[in-house]
């Protein structure tokens, strides 16, 4: 019979993965196999500045939790897997998309974004999304585009308003 500190142990690890689940917008699986430690810091540490953070769990660990929040990702928790997860929905799969692009060690398998689970091809669509300042800076220019159109016009209408009047 397993000793009851060793369940007990195993039970929490269980609980830390199925919180980290619930209180996080995004979660992604991954394969990390022949990322060097030094690899493992500087993504670590990428994912931190996002307010991310990436943690390795057994699979039947992992499984576990994922079972107790009625989520089956069963075919995908074979081999070693790292799951990244994150409060922003975007973030974390952005992050991981730009660095299997210089190591291609990394493969993103399956996550979840806002409660629905998401394949690879979802994440590489979520991945291509601009950041959050890009697209505020986007809406900032249309906007100010917008305005100077505006401005133009009225400039246009009151040349036309003198040239009548005169």
Partial sequence: MANQKIIEAKQNIVNEIANNV???ATFVLFEYQGLSVADMTVLRRKLKETGSDL?????????????SLDINMDDELVGPKAMAYG???IAPIKVLSDFAKD??????????????????ETLNKYASIPSREGLLTMLAGG???????????????AQNLEENNN
């Fill in 103 to 120: 190591h291609e060690a990394l493969k993103m398998k399956i996550g979840m974004v806002d409660g629905e689970i998401a394949d690879i």
């Fill in 55 to 67: 943690k390795i769990y057994k699979n039947t660990l992992t499984k576990r939790a994922l079972d």
């Fill in 143 to 157: 906007l100010m585009q917008t305005v100077k159109d505006f401005a133009i016009c009225l400039d246009l209408h």
């Fill in 22 to 24: 619930k209180e996080s």
């Fill in 87 to 89: 409060t922003d929905a």
